[in-house]
């Protein structure tokens, strides 16, 4: 820190020495006023983002907040309504739905992180090659994602997750298939257009390979996309993993998912509404938050469109 | 316009065609088949029972002889057999497409009444605090799960009103006051996701052509704003909700599969879903071959209906 205010003196005197200096500080606060710049125009956003970091941590550390284990059975208090020691309640079996709902979240933000990290890194990787390269290569990836996307997403995970079985896995390689050709549609038109620009044109005639001028000129500058579509992405696994594990393709029982306490609530919703609606709400409430999100990084990169 | 048009169609039956093989190919990859299914039912098997169901079944021959076959049936109408009801697939279908037919229609209905006026109200309202609670109420409406909505609605119109929906399922000529008090809860809880959106589209496509050079000149000339909006600005913000809907088709055919499933309404979605964990090839088959086709369908109507909302798309692919 000291070297820094010295140096920060030394570049007033002489600023042509300290350019490496002042180069290396330079991402560091462009990053720092971004994201200041980003929570004063987009207050929701913010909010939301918390929300969410708050989420994970919560998840994280459910085996110190619940108040009880998830599957723990309490046989006096079966389906009792939300009271001092359920605070939501508990189920048929005489589980605590507080606790089983943040030990849920781990389920929610798992499926989510793992299938919107997984899309994202095979979706570029199609979508720069079929956009880079374009001619044959790009005729046959794109006539496959288009066949795959004309399957309407939810049917496409059941019928994956149903003919592999219920497991989380096979949940989260149903989505990542789902996904997958929604990022390389969006990748593959922006590779079209970075693959007209003058830098690029530059990087060709210094004798780049296609290799690094995809990964190195194409990539970082499809961020902004990339971002708010992982964000609404991420909302859209949370809804579908609930689907499937309500319809009992999903996460197996006696996972604590949200879809499959939901599922499990059908059979005594008129004596038991609060099984029903405290899932429910967790569930949209995340999804609220990665859907607030998206909009607000949409805006935050596009400053022009109305918000 | 026409020539458009049939390069649409062929293109729509290439991506048919891409769908069919990739589900054709993977439901055969995956572990576990039909036959193994069916046998473990009748207990202790022997190897030759088991080749002999498969060759009855077609099943022994290679994948792409077993495509070939099905694309040439597929290609007379003849979409086979179930494996293990032996209906003709076919018949299953035209019994449950008119079923989530009629879910989606009432939906997109329910969506657009509610969608279209709410947007305009936030668009002309901008940045007035009805624009800002309509907002808040689309954005709401996205996040929520439409088969949570089913299941909360069920929950408190039995809680509070003491109303359960019918039991059986009336198709609407049988009966219409038992379909429509049976469809009419499940369509609701599935507009509620694309009448978020809707509002969402018209509400930004208005305010993009409500700040245009030519609404500027509408004014100009002393239009009463009833003829802006709904004259001028409203009719070319539309192609935006209507591409919207074409490309929302799928996210409401997926949505009716749960919200079937928890309606107890015999449509597509409910025959997928019990016939897809059973492996009965030919009918899971067809079922994706049939949403496939509607999204298709749907997105060249949308297509089409552009040349119709503005005409000079109309009169550019003509002199194209």
Redesign the interface.
């Known amino acids: 820190m000291k070297r820094k205010d010295v140096n920060g003196v030394a570049e007033l005197s002489q600023p042509g020495l300290q350019l490496p200096a002042a180069q290396r500080a330079a991402p560091r606060s462009l990053f720092w006023d971004e994201c200041k710049r980003f929570v004063r125009t987009q207050p929701t956003g913010a909010l939301s983002l918390l929300f969410i970091l708050l989420m994970t941590v919560t998840a994280l550390l459910s085996p110190v907040l619940a108040p009880y284990e998830p599957d723990a059975q309490y046989r006096e208090s079966i389906m009792v309504g939300p009271n001092a020691d359920f605070w939501m309640g508990t189920d048929d079996l005489g589980r605590d739905v507080f606790s089983r709902i943040l030990y849920g979240a781990r389920i929610s933000l798992y499926v989510g992180l793992v299938t919107v990290v997984l899309s994202v890194i095979f979706g570029t990787l199609l979508g720069v090659v079929s956009g880079y390269f374009g001619g044959i290569v790009d005729m046959v990836i794109q006539?496959?994602m288009?066949?795959?996307?004309?399957?309407?997403?939810?049917?496409l995970a059941?019928?994956?997750a149903?003919?592999?079985?219920p497991d989380t896995k096979h949940v989260i390689l149903a989505l990542v298939v789902v996904e997958t050709p929604r990022f390389a549609r969006i990748v593959r038109g922006e590779m079209l257009k970075i693959r007209e620009t003058t830098y690029v044109e530059a990087a060709k005639a210094m004798g780049a390979r296609a290799w690094r001028i995809m990964l190195r000129h194409g990539v970082p500058n499809m961020v902004a996309p990339l971002t708010v579509l992982a964000s609404l992405a991420f909302?859209g696994a949370i809804?579908a993993e609930?689907?499937l594990s309500?319809?009992g393709?999903g996460t197996p029982p006696p996972n604590p998912s949200w879809g499959l306490m939901?599922s499990g609530?059908?059979r005594y919703?008129?004596n038991a509404?609060w099984l029903?609606?405290f899932p429910?709400l967790a569930?949209?409430?995340s999804?609220?938050a990665f859907?607030?999100l998206g909009?607000a990084l949409r805006d935050y990169f596009d400053p022009r469109?109305?918000s | 316009m026409f020539e458009y048009i049939v390069r649409r169609i062929v293109y729509g039956l290439l991506i048919l065609l891409v769908m069919t093989v990739f589900t054709f190919v993977v439901m055969r990859l995956v572990p576990g088949d039909v036959v193994t299914l069916q046998l473990a039912q009748a207990g202790v098997v022997s190897e030759e029972q088991m080749a002999a169901l498969k060759s009855e079944m077609g099943l022994d021959k290679p994948v792409w002889q077993q495509l070939l076959i099905w694309l040439k049936g597929a290609l007379q109408g003849d979409l086979g057999n179930s494996l293990w009801s032996q209906q003709p697939v076919m018949d299953m279908i035209a019994k449950r497409l008119p079923v989530t037919l009629e879910l989606v229609g009432l939906s997109v209905i329910l969506s657009l009444l509610v969608g279209i006026p709410l947007g305009v109200v936030a668009a002309v309202k901008h940045g007035k605090w009805a624009d800002q609670l309509i907002r808040v109420t689309a954005i709401t409406g996205l996040s929520i799960p439409n088969f949570w909505l089913g299941l909360l609605i069920i929950t408190f119109l039995s809680l509070w009103f003491g109303w359960i929906p019918p039991i059986a399922y009336r198709t609407f000529l049988e009966d219409p006051v038992v379909n429509l008090q049976k469809m009419i809860l499940p369509a609701l809880a599935l507009a509620v996701t694309l009448s978020a959106s809707t509002i969402r589209m018209t509400r930004s496509a208005l305010l993009e052509v409500l700040h245009s050079d030519f609404i500027r000149t509408v004014r100009a000339k002393g239009a009463s704003e009833r003829i802006v909006i709904y004259k001028h600005a409203l009719r070319n913000s539309l192609i935006s909700v209507v591409t919207l809907v074409g490309l929302q088709i799928g996210i409401l055919l997926g949505g009716t599969v749960v919200l079937e499933y928890i309606f107890s309404i015999p449509g597509m979605g409910s025959l997928i879903f019990e016939t897809v964990s059973k492996r009965d090839y030919p009918v899971v088959q067809a079922c994706v071959l049939i949403y496939g086709g509607m999204f298709i369908l749907v997105n060249l109507l949308v297509d089409i209906t552009y040349g119709w909302i503005d005409p000079r798309i109309r009169h550019q692919s003509s002199k194209a």
């Open positions: 006539r496959v288009d066949g795959i996307m004309a399957i309407p997403a939810l049917i059941l019928f994956i149903a003919l592999l079985g909302g809804i609930a689907s309500f319809l393709i939901l609530a059908t919703m008129e509404p029903v609606v429910g569930l949209s409430l999804v609220l859907n607030l909009d469109l109305p």
